[in-house]
């Protein structure tokens, strides 16, 4: 077996699950979860349509990097959404379908990274877990930029010390943020790709979030839209990732892609097609509707804009929360202990959150998740309500 496996840790809901074995939660109460950032909204009908169209497609195998209607309304939908300028984006070249980025995520690291040289892969703390475990499994040691309330919740690229940078090889990033929400902005972004410039490393742009926003004016900037600005028409060094799970309420679907630096995709592309990760036809299908089509992500932000607001309006007379910049998360602080309070959370009012320090790890004698709590907004309006009083009196009543 690869000893590499011994190194990964229980995953964040392992860890709840271990936590709440002990609770009896109360009869009375209908549980309800923000523990999973899994979207709830209703997936659009057209997509769902485009599979079922579509299914007698399986008597094919597909292409590992996928139909070109596909890529081209991938390059399109980046084009238009991150200002590049027209043709700036080769869809033969610089896009790759992918089946849900948490497997590219993972995968990416695979190809990238040379263990022979004592490997460094940088990655916010907190974090998803996805980017610890593709570092250790591709023979990288793990290096942390905590975020804390002081940075922003932000990387400080200025705290990494030289050596470390020299030794990096890989930079997971995401923005915004899964679980603090914060956004980087295209000033830092800039400086990453400057710092990569200099010391000969990649940057991995995890982007899945960048469709919920608040603020309907300002969206969420991405590394291609940093790279744009600086004059990479290449985008060397840069590869993002997107996915229609949030964005079209779609995480069975399966769809996400990867754009970016040609070179990175051609070496990706390799290593995809030895791995056997072909999208379905169907998917790639229903993918292209999805990505060509604006009005349902539009209405999807209004539900979470409302979710957000309301709980937050709630939530704040009794504890230390704001709405995030953008993503479907609130990053509270607790009064005590995170782990004490999700599980006496659980065991009184059946709401079921996840404790920070479950998303990060100690680092440079801290850990920046501790004292905090994810709280994913993905139930119902009504429910998330629910559990917004359910805390409010857990707290009052402490």
């Not at 059946?350 to 320090?357: I, K």
Request: proline share 8%.
């Amino acid at each position: 077996m690869n000893p590499d496996m011994s190194q990964l840790q229980p995953y964040p809901f392992e860890r709840l699950a271990a936590l709440f074995k002990d609770i009896t939660p109360p009869a009375g109460l209908d549980a309800i979860s923000l523990s999973i950032g899994e979207p709830r909204h209703a997936t659009p009908g057209f997509i769902t349509e485009e599979v079922i169209t579509h299914l007698h497609g399986l008597s094919r195998y597909p292409l590992t990097r996928g139909q070109p209607e596909l890529r081209a309304a991938i390059a399109d939908w980046l084009i238009a959404r991150f200002q590049l300028a027209a043709g700036s984006l080769d869809p033969e070249r610089q896009v790759l379908p992918v089946n849900g980025t948490r497997e590219a995520l993972f995968a990416f690291a695979q190809c990238t990274v040379d263990r022979s040289k004592q490997p460094l892969v940088l990655m916010p703390n907190p974090f998803y877990q996805i980017y610890e475990g593709a570092a250790l499994l591709a023979g990288a040691q793990p290096w942390f930029m905590n975020t804390s309330r002081d940075s922003g919740y932000l990387p400080d690229l200025d705290a990494v010390p030289e050596d470390v940078w020299q030794r990096c090889q890989l930079v997971y990033i995401c923005s915004p943020g899964n679980p603090t929400g914060a956004v980087m902005g295209i000033t830092q972004l800039q400086q990453l790709l400057q710092l990569a410039d200099e010391h000969d490393f990649v940057i991995a742009s995890d982007e899945c979030y960048s469709e919920i926003y608040l603020d309907e004016t300002a969206p969420p900037p991405g590394l291609l839209q940093a790279a744009h600005a600086m004059g990479r028409a290449d985008f060397s060094r840069c590869m993002v990732f997107h996915s229609l799970s949030k964005r079209s309420n779609a995480p069975g679907l399966r769809s996400g892609f990867v754009a970016g630096d040609a070179a990175l995709i051609a070496n990706f592309l390799r290593y995809r097609t030895y791995h056997g990760c072909a999208m379905p036809p169907a998917t790639q299908a229903a993918s292209i509707c999805a990505w060509r089509d604006e009005a349902h992500v539009t209405e999807n932000r209004s539900l979470y804009r409302e979710k957000i607001r309301a709980v937050v309006e709630i939530l704040s007379p009794v504890m230390e929360v704001g709405a995030p910049d953008a993503g479907f998360y609130l990053w509270p602080r607790t009064p005590g202990s995170d782990t004490g309070f999700a599980h006496d959370l659980q065991a009184q009012q059946r709401v079921a959150v996840l404790p920070g320090s479950y998303l990060s790890r100690p680092f440079a004698g801290s850990n920046p998740g501790a004292n905090h709590a994810r709280l994913a907004l993905v139930a119902p309006l009504e429910d998330c309500l629910a559990a917004a009083m359910r805390i409010r009196t857990f707290l009052v009543g402490r």
